[in-house]
C-alpha cells in the first residue's frame, strides 16, 4: 500500500494563480481531511469529507474548495492564491471519523508571492 | 467547544533523562485524545490514543500517557529519552467528542534531546 500521497511536495505560485493539490489513498478510507500547519499554530482543519460526494468546511476555509469523487481521491484547489496561503499543506484519512488513526501524506509546501 | 492546550512550545532534555509533555484539553463531553508525532519534514504519526476504558495508554516508541479527568489532562511520558525522539508532539482532541468529531490539534512540542 501507498497510503497517503500527496503532489507535489513543492510549489511557488504568484499572488492570484490558482492551483490544486492533489491527495489519494488506497486505503478505502471514508473519512479524508486536510489541514494546514503554519509554525507556531498547530495543524487547522481546512475542509474534510466522510464520504464520496460528501464534504464540509472546517476551521480556515475560506480560498479553498475540496469536491470528493471518489472515495480515492479529495482534491484541495486554491481559487486565487494570496501569501497568506504560504503554508504546508497535509491530507489525511481514516476509517472513521472521529476515533480512528489518521494517516496523514508527506505534505506540500506552498509558498506564494 | 473542545479546545487543547500544550504547555511549553519547546522542551529540551538529556539522553536517557524522563520525557515529560504536558496536554491539557477542554470539552464539554467525555473526550477522545490523541497524541501524534512529527518528525522533520514528515507528515504526522499516532503514538497513541485514548476513547474509553484504562486510562493508562501505551503507544509505540516506549510513550504513554494518562488520562485524568479530574485535571482534565493527558500528560506524555517516556522514561528514558532516544535521540531519535527529537521530533514535534502534538496533542488532539475529537472536537464533538466520541466518533462525530474532527481532531483540534494544540500548538505542538518541539522535543530537542542533548547526547
Known amino acids: 500500500n501507498a497510503g497517503v500521497t500527496q503532489t507535489p511536495k513543492f510549489q511557488v505560485l504568484k499572488t492570484g494563480q490558482s492551483m490544486t493539490l492533489q491527495c489519494a489513498q488506497d486505503m478505502n478510507h471514508e473519512y479524508m481531511s486536510w489541514y494546514r500547519q503554519d509554525p507556531g499554530m498547530g495543524l487547522r482543519l481546512i475542509h474534510y469529507s466522510v464520504g464520496a460526494g460528501i464534504t464540509d468546511q472546517g476551521e480556515v476555509p475560506n480560498g479553498y474548495n475540496v469536491s470528493r469523487s471518489t472515495t480515492e481521491d479529495f482534491p484541495l484547489r486554491l481559487l486565487s492564491a494570496a501569501p497568506s496561503q504560504t503554508s504546508v499543506y497535509f491530507c489525511?484519512?481514516?476509517?472513521?471519523?472521529?476515533?480512528?488513526?489518521?494517516?496523514f501524506g508527506p505534505g506540500t509546501r506552498l509558498t506564494v508571492t | 467547544a473542545q479546545s487543547v492546550t500544550q504547555l511549553g512550545s519547546h522542551v529540551s532534555v538529556s539522553e536517557g533523562a524522563l520525557v515529560l509533555l504536558r496536554c491539557n484539553y477542554s470539552?464539554?463531553?467525555?473526550?477522545?485524545l490523541f497524541w501524534y508525532v512529527q518528525y522533520p519534514n514528515q507528515g504526522l504519526q499516532l503514538l497513541l490514543k485514548?476513547?474509553?476504558?484504562?486510562?493508562l495508554v501505551k503507544g509505540i516508541n516506549g510513550f504513554e500517557a494518562e488520562f485524568k479527568k479530574s485535571e482534565t489532562s493527558f500528560h506524555l511520558t517516556k522514561p528514558s529519552a532516544h535521540m531519535s525522539d527529537a521530533a514535534e508532539y502534538f496533542c488532539?482532541?475529537?472536537?464533538?467528542?466520541?466518533?462525530?468529531?474532527?481532531?483540534?490539534f494544540g500548538k505542538g512540542t518541539k522535543l530537542s534531546v542533548k547526547p
Open positions: 489525511a484519512s481514516s476509517y472513521s471519523r472521529g476515533v480512528g488513526e489518521q494517516y
Open positions: 485514548y476513547t474509553t476504558g484504562a486510562t
Open positions: 488532539a482532541v475529537s472536537d464533538h467528542g466520541g466518533s462525530q468529531g474532527n481532531l483540534i
Open positions: 470539552s464539554s463531553v467525555p473526550p477522545y
